[in-house]
């Protein structure tokens, strides 16, 4: 399957500012792109990239007073198949862990692990350890969350939804991460592209955000907010919560005034043609 991935975002800067996006396809997904994925900004900027922490591609400029757009565009090979499941995954002793897995226990900006502990045991301690048990965390949130865009605000927190029981797709990731991670389940943030494929067509398009759980000496895909498994799904960052996966950080003012995103599928030269 080819997917053309597209994103075009505008402000406006009342001064100079500094500012980071994590705008690129993930570097895990860098060998399936069949064109550049690169960052274009009007005005034209010095634009560097890097590699954070967390594995992302990032990238920094320094934006000048006034109208600033970034946007983007590129076609990428996906397999075409739904998220990949497995019922027998098993959890691990936290003793047993990679190094590399342990900060995906700990609390974060939007995650308070610590105010869930009590909670997360009597909702969920009870139930068979492994893929069973995060699908049941999953559920929950799905069946007591309403998803609801004009409920949504920066300062959300985990402990936030699960006592509002409202909000958007962040907002259903942060609540399943909390609980899995109270219960010592390494979980982490991701953020990317999910058209609308082989479901329903919602309007407008936007970047999504789903959740990736350690289990069986891997990560895997859940999302709290549809439940499913789904098609299409492109990756972009991964993350303790969302304050380390924003699409752009300005150390400054940068006031939002356009933002668009698109995923669709398109078909093949041959099939144009």
Same mark, same amino acid.
């Not at 005005?43 to 591609?57: A, C, E, K, Q």
């Not at 919602?202 to 000496?217: C, G, K, Q, T």
């Given at each position: 399957?080819?997917?053309?991935?597209?994103?075009?975002?505008?402000?406006?800067?009342?001064?100079?500012?500094?500012?980071?996006?994590?705008?690129?396809?993930?570097?895990?997904?860098?060998?399936?792109?069949? %064109?550049?994925?690169?960052?274009?900004?009007?005005?034209?900027?010095?634009?560097?990239?890097?590699?954070?922490?967390?594995?992302?591609?990032?990238?920094?400029?320094?934006?000048?007073?006034?109208?600033?757009?970034?946007?983007?565009?590129?076609?990428?090979?996906?397999?075409?198949?739904?998220?990949?499941?497995?019922?027998?995954?098993?959890?691990?002793?936290?003793?047993?862990?990679?190094?590399?897995?342990?900060?995906?226990?700990?609390?974060?900006?939007?995650?308070?692990?610590?105010?869930?502990?009590?909670?997360?045991?009597?909702?969920?301690?009870?139930?068979?350890?492994?893929?069973?048990?995060?699908?049941?965390?999953?559920?929950?949130?799905?069946?007591?969350?309403?998803?609801?865009?004009?409920?949504?605000?920066?300062?959300?927190?985990?402990?936030?939804?699960?006592?509002?029981?409202?909000?958007?797709?962040?907002?259903?990731?942060?609540?399943?991460?909390?609980?899995?991670?109270?219960?010592?389940?390494?979980?982490?943030?991701?953020?990317?592209?999910?058209?609308?494929?082989?479901?329903?067509?919602?309007?407008?398009?936007?970047?999504?955000?789903?959740?990736?759980?350690?289990?069986?000496?891997?990560?895997?895909?859940?999302?709290?907010?549809?439940?499913?498994?789904?098609?299409?799904?492109?990756?972009?960052?991964?993350?303790?919560?969302?304050?380390?996966?924003?699409?752009?950080?300005?150390?400054?003012?940068?006031?939002?005034?356009?933002?668009?995103?698109?995923?669709?599928?398109?078909?093949?030269?041959? %099939?144009?043609?």
């Amino acid at each position: 399957m080819l997917l053309r991935l597209a994103y075009d975002i505008q402000f406006e800067i009342p001064a100079p500012v500094a500012m980071v996006a994590l705008l690129n396809v993930h570097p895990s997904r860098a060998p399936d792109l069949l %064109e550049p994925d690169e960052l274009r900004t009007e005005p034209h900027l010095d634009v560097s990239s890097y590699i954070d922490s967390f594995g992302n591609r990032c990238s920094r400029f320094v934006a000048p007073r006034g109208p600033l757009r970034l946007s983007g565009s590129t076609l990428i090979q996906d397999s075409g198949r739904p998220d990949a499941s497995d019922w027998f995954a098993r959890e691990h002793a936290v003793g047993d862990l990679p190094h590399e897995v342990l900060p995906f226990l700990l609390s974060s900006r939007y995650c308070e692990v610590d105010r869930f502990s009590t909670i997360a045991v009597e909702l969920f301690g009870h139930l068979q350890p492994g893929w069973s048990r995060v699908q049941a965390i999953c559920d929950w949130v799905h069946n007591h969350v309403t998803f609801n865009y004009q409920m949504a605000r920066p300062t959300k927190t985990a402990l936030d939804v699960y006592t509002e029981r409202v909000g958007v797709c962040r907002d259903f990731q942060h609540l399943a991460i909390t609980f899995c991670r109270a219960l010592n389940i390494p979980a982490r943030y991701a953020t990317g592209y999910l058209g609308d494929i082989g479901v329903p067509v919602v309007l407008p398009m936007d970047f999504s955000a789903w959740l990736e759980v350690y289990l069986d000496n891997r990560w895997w895909t859940f999302d709290a907010r549809n439940n499913q498994p789904r098609i299409g799904r492109i990756l972009m960052a991964t993350g303790r919560d969302a304050s380390d996966v924003a699409m752009t950080t300005s150390f400054g003012q940068a006031d939002l005034r356009h933002f668009f995103v698109v995923t669709e599928e398109e078909a093949p030269v041959s %099939e144009v043609q």
